[in-house]
């Protein structure tokens, strides 16, 4: 059973950064592709980055340019460095491995952690 465990959260003001830390407990961290996930109150929880054995990455529009995935295969662990942080970036942040489910489809591949709270203020 994999564990994933969301850190680095906090309170921070419009403008400010933040650095989210996910731990990975399986033994597969290295060969995996791993993402980061938000959801907001009240909404679904969405797709924000992702990451590949390669370090090849991906973001979504909203967070593009501001937010930058990184992983170090030695630690098992994954990060997110938000920057020029928005109000609408509040939300629970979570990670996980992904899988090629169907062409262009991924999918999260464990059970969901805690997660960490982001709230940032106007």
């Known amino acids: 059973q994999v564990q994933l465990v969301e850190s680095g959260g906090g309170l921070v003001q419009a403008g400010g950064s933040l650095r989210l830390s996910c731990a990975y407990s399986?033994?597969?961290?290295?060969?995996?592709?791993m993402a980061w996930y938000r959801q907001a109150p009240g909404k679904q929880r969405d797709w924000v980055a992702r990451?590949?054995?390669?370090?090849?990455?991906y973001y979504a529009n909203s967070v593009k340019g501001r937010f930058t995935i990184s992983r170090d295969n030695a630690k098992n662990t994954l990060y997110l460095q938000m920057n020029s942080l928005k109000s609408e970036d509040t939300a629970v942040y979570y990670c996980?491995?992904?899988?090629?489910?169907?062409?262009?489809?991924?999918?999260?591949?464990?059970?969901w952690g805690q997660g960490t709270q982001v709230t940032v203020s106007s």
């Open positions: 996980n491995a992904e899988r090629l489910r169907s062409p262009g489809y991924y999918q999260p591949l464990h059970s």
């Open positions: 399986g033994s597969s961290f290295s060969a995996n592709v």
């Open positions: 990451i590949f054995s390669s370090h090849n990455t």
